[in-house]
């Protein structure tokens, strides 16, 4: 049973527009998010975090959104590059059981120049 | 270069074999971790090491498994009798304790093993 999910398997943007990828979770003591971008052949990338005390955390170009009722999260990204052209996956952690994370399945961007 | 290195990248094995896979992660790190990830999914959580302590291990992690962390520095994943199953990205992350909430994982390259 996944816990966190992605529901859009890709995603295609056009360079210098917003990207927008969503996550949902079913896991009410989760409370640590994050937003891993892979490359192929490559391992998952730290990209941005964000905790359940808060609803919103940027960083540059990238801004995670938290809404803590719908169980949701959005990862944008503005403007879009080519080179953010990746799959992105969320992840989550529980607030007893901090180390093991729990991945979406991710979404493919491709970001179109 | 001071990120989480795994070796090998890549490792093909025909069915029954044995393989064993490496992890360095950074070296300030003190807690280690293992990832499977198969196409199309997200990495699965395998076990845990806060030091040489395996502190957690999931259910995906069958009798034919076994990770150690003898130093607390360098961990290795085995696999025995390998199966076609067992053929997905192995993946290494290392953390260091957070002073506030949350800690954040950061990973190696990951081992691809193809078991034929």
């Known amino acids: 049973d996944q816990q966190v999910k992605q529901n859009s398997p890709s995603l295609s943007v056009q360079e210098g527009r917003i990207s927008i990828l969503n996550c949902d979770y079913t896991?009410?003591?989760?409370?640590?998010f994050l937003w891993y971008k892979k490359y192929p052949a490559e391992g998952p990338t730290f990209l941005i975090s964000?905790?359940?005390?808060?609803d919103k955390n940027e960083d540059g170009r990238f801004t995670v959104f938290l809404n803590k009722s719908a169980k949701h999260l959005s990862l944008h990204i503005v403007p879009s590059q080519p080179g953010d052209s990746a799959v992105y996956f969320c992840?989550?952690?529980?607030?007893?059981?901090?180390?093991?994370?729990?991945f979406g399945s991710g979404t493919k961007l491709n970001v179109k120049p | 270069d001071t990120g989480v290195s795994q070796d090998p990248r890549h490792k093909i094995t025909k069915r029954g074999q044995n393989v064993t896979f490496r992890c360095d992660p950074i070296s300030e790190h003190n807690r280690l971790y293992w990832y499977r990830q198969t196409l199309g999914q997200g990495p699965e959580f395998l076990t845990y090491f806060q030091n040489e302590a395996q502190l957690e291990k999931s259910r995906l992690l069958s009798d034919r498994f076994s990770a150690e962390r003898p130093k607390g520095s360098f961990s290795t994943l085995e696999i025995q009798r390998t199966e076609q199953g067992d053929s997905a990205m192995y993946l290494c992350?290392?953390?260091?304790?957070?002073?506030?909430?949350?800690?954040?994982?950061?990973f190696g390259p990951g081992t691809r093993l193809l078991v034929l």
């Open positions: 992840a989550a952690s529980e607030i007893y059981n901090f180390n093991k994370f729990y």
């Open positions: 896991n009410s003591m989760f409370d640590y």
């Open positions: 992350a290392s953390s260091h304790p957070a002073r506030d909430v949350g800690e954040t994982q950061y």
């Open positions: 964000i905790s359940s005390i808060k």
